[in-house]
């Protein structure tokens, strides 16, 4: 499967669209409350077919939630019945339940198989009305879902799931393996030697963020000027978000075309962000590699992961001597054994490449070369 993202041209009939998701909001606000009043009489959790049950009977009756299509408030009770599930599942974890949200700021709606209609070129038909959007790239293959996203900007996205689509062949052309280290200095630290920084495009907007936050907070609610300062700050936090994204998918294609197979260590990104806050969230280790597994398959090349608990910092990539402890601040150290000077995040990335190749039976690979043939 694969998803395509659309932009909609804006025009006047696009306010058809946000009112559907409006009503969309609506509706999935009162399959909230349904859901704790259930509970509230019986101790029992609403199943979702008794849920969509009672939505259809209510909807007959109600043409506001009639403007969205039977389809979309069976995916709404599809979504609260996922939400509530995770929570039953990982509640010892911090996961909470669905909870109610404001209807300006519900973000989407999806359809399945029926509601839409393609009509060539650039225009899909969506309930009565038809609307055009920005063809960046060809639908091929069997749509599946369409689902249209609103931003804090009141800009509207077509994303499209489409199956049965062209998949890539297997096809190694560099012949190269490397491991990657993340860091919080460093973004990247890779097993050949090289560097790659993090621009931190949130730390170098924070002022601007700052100043746009100070500015919405002063104006009168309700007032047209607390809309002009809301959607000036929804502006700058989209502008950082697409330049990271921009940086992302560049950098993806480049460690694409320069290795066959990249292996990362397995983080606990939540953890850390418990540990490091802000700096992490801006780093977005776990959006690149969303992105990378992305590129990396469509190009043919493997990603490996190596767990999270070998120790890729304390182990010597010379001789495999493994160190007790090594504290956070030691960036570089002497190994016991061999005597040799091993930098923090350049051995972690050797190890992780050694023990990446040994899990694909490619063998151990030591610091002399780096790069191996397939």
């Known amino acids: 499967m694969k998803s395509l993202k659309f ?11 946000k009112r559907m998701i409006n009503a969309s909001g609506v509706i999935y606000n009162h399959c909230i409350a349904l859901h704790k009043r259930y509970y509230r009489m019986w101790g029992k959790h609403l199943s979702c077919a008794k849920l969509q049950s009672h ?6 009756h109600n043409p506001f939630w009639q403007s969205v299509g039977s389809q979309a408030v069976q995916n709404i009770c599809q ?9 039953f599942k990982h509640s010892n974890k911090g996961v909470r339940p669905p909870r109610f949200k404001k209807v300006k700021k519900y973000k989407s709606f999806t359809l399945k198989q029926a509601g839409y209609k393609f009509l060539g070129g650039n225009r899909v038909k969506i309930g009565s009305q038809v609307y055009q959007f920005c063809q960046s790239s060809k639908i091929e293959g069997t749509v599946k879902t369409l ?3 609103r931003t804090p900007l009141g800009e509207l996205f077509m994303v499209v799931v489409v199956d049965n689509c062209s998949e890539s062949e297997r096809k190694f052309t560099t012949s190269k393996i490397a491991g990657f280290d993340f860091g919080l200095n460093t973004f990247l630290t890779c097993s050949d030697g090289s560097r790659i920084e993090s621009p931190q495009f949130f730390k170098q907007s924070l002022k601007a963020i700052r100043k746009a ?8 609610k309700g007032s047209a000027n607390r809309e002009r300062a809301r959607k000036n700050l929804a502006r700058k936090y989209e502008d950082i978000s697409n330049r990271r994204r921009d940086c992302f998918w560049k950098l993806a294609h480049e460690l694409t075309n320069k290795f066959d197979i990249l292996c990362f260590e397995t983080l606990n990104l939540k953890g850390m962000q418990r540990l490091w806050g802000r700096k992490i969230s801006d780093l977005a280790f776990g959006e690149f590699l969303q992105i990378l597994e992305w590129v990396a398959k469509k190009k043919g090349k493997q990603l490996v992961f190596v767990d999270q608990w070998y ?17 956070l601040s030691i960036r570089e150290w002497r190994c016991p054994s061999c005597q040799s000077v091993n930098g923090r995040d350049e051995n972690a990335s050797v190890n992780i490449q050694m023990v990446g190749a040994s899990t694909i039976g490619l063998g151990d690979v030591r610091r002399a070369s780096p790069a191996i043939a397939v």
């Open 213 to 220: 936050s100070k500015q919405h907070s002063q104006k009168l």
């Open 147 to 149: 689902t249209i996203k």
């Open 311 to 327: 120790p890729s910092t304390k182990t010597c990539s010379s001789c495999g001597h493994i160190l007790e402890s090594l504290d």
């Open 79 to 87: 979504r609260i019945e996922k939400a509530y599930q995770l929570f």
């Open 7 to 17: 932009k909609l041209y804006q025009h006047k009939r696009n306010r058809y669209l």
């Open 55 to 60: 939505i259809a009977k209510l909807r007959k």
